[in-house]
């Protein structure tokens, strides 16, 4: 089985939501998670996931030193645009992996392996969405021409100093290796001819972000509103298996399309999980409400009926 090691810069607190994360990840054991943060280690951590403790002034010190800038002064935000490097400034903690990668914590995972399955892993890198890098979730083989495929962006070092965050985990690094945001594959196909670098790559929309401006799977824009995880799997009210959750848009309106409303869900709950749920163990339902506690009949049959819908389809 190919070894996968997931790179993640987080400073500051835990969300709230934290400790379902954590147990997405604990069902996912043959994937490991590697964090470079300044919050305290989770107790009952999965033993998967490896937390280096550094304070952020160190860690702008660390990247400084790796990438040859001055990365000084920066919001704990403009770490995103440092994601296509993560495998290049961490590269002494990524030897033992095919593939390493980065990714976001608004997210739940379901069963990772069932759609990452060393067939799939072939490619040079692997996107859930179909026309761009996906920031939340992005692997990249462990070699060296995809270590140092960052320094490919133009001016790369000139976007790193800027103060504000520049998308060069999403915008800037789909150029690098698609040519364009929203490019047709076939002519990035073809690009691929006399660019090696836009060669062999898995673009494939995984729908794991409700809320968006990208149609669901049935070209609407009604998006399901319950997902729920139990055991490791992930599914929703229409059905299914998913391979993640990203729930940008319910905890936050940055980035909430206008016409689902000027606030996020979350921003107006009075309580994110339900008191209820003492065990999420047990699994639970996330939605625009929160999350809520599966209740017996569901984790009894309903979601085994999803699942054995889409394992029969």
Request: net charge neutral; hydrophobic share 40%; aromatic share 20%.
């Amino acid at each position: 089985m190919k070894k996968i090691v997931i790179l993640i810069a987080y400073f500051g607190h835990w969300p709230e939501w934290f400790p379902f994360y954590l147990e997405s990840c604990r069902w996912n054991p043959t994937i490991d998670w590697l964090f470079f943060t300044d919050c305290p280690i989770p107790e009952n951590a999965p033993t998967n996931l490896r937390f280096i403790q550094i304070n952020y002034v160190d860690y702008q010190k660390l990247v400084s030193n790796r990438l040859g800038i001055t990365f000084t002064d920066q919001s704990p935000y403009k770490l995103c645009d440092l994601k296509p490097a993560y495998g290049y400034i961490h590269e002494e903690f990524i030897a033992d992996y095919d593939y390493f990668g980065f990714g976001d914590i608004d997210v739940v995972y379901g069963d990772i392996r069932a759609f990452y399955t060393d067939k799939i892993l072939r490619y040079n890198t692997l996107s859930t969405l179909n026309d761009m890098v996906s920031g939340h979730i992005f692997l990249m083989k462990n070699e060296e021409r995809w270590i140092r495929a960052f320094q490919k962006i133009p001016n790369w070092q000139q976007l790193l100093l800027a103060p504000e965050y520049r998308s060069m985990d999403e915008y800037w690094f789909t150029k690098v290796l698609r040519g364009y945001v929203r490019f047709p594959s076939v002519l990035s196909n073809l690009w691929g001819i006399v660019d090696t670098y836009k060669r062999n790559h898995l673009f494939q929309e995984r729908y794991a972000t409700p809320l968006v401006e990208r149609p669901w799977m049935d070209g609407t824009y009604n998006y399901p509103d319950k997902w729920y995880w139990y055991q490791g799997k992930l599914t929703n009210e229409f059905g299914g298996e998913f391979l993640y959750l990203h729930f940008m848009n319910w905890k936050s309106s940055k980035y909430l399309p206008k016409r689902f409303g000027e606030r996020a869900a979350w921003e107006i709950l009075s309580n994110l999980i339900d008191p209820t749920l003492t065990d999420i163990s047990k699994g639970w339902c996330i939605s625009s409400d929160g999350f809520i506690p599966l209740n017996d009949d569901f984790r009894d049959s309903q979601f085994r009926l999803l699942l054995n819908a889409k394992n029969q389809s």
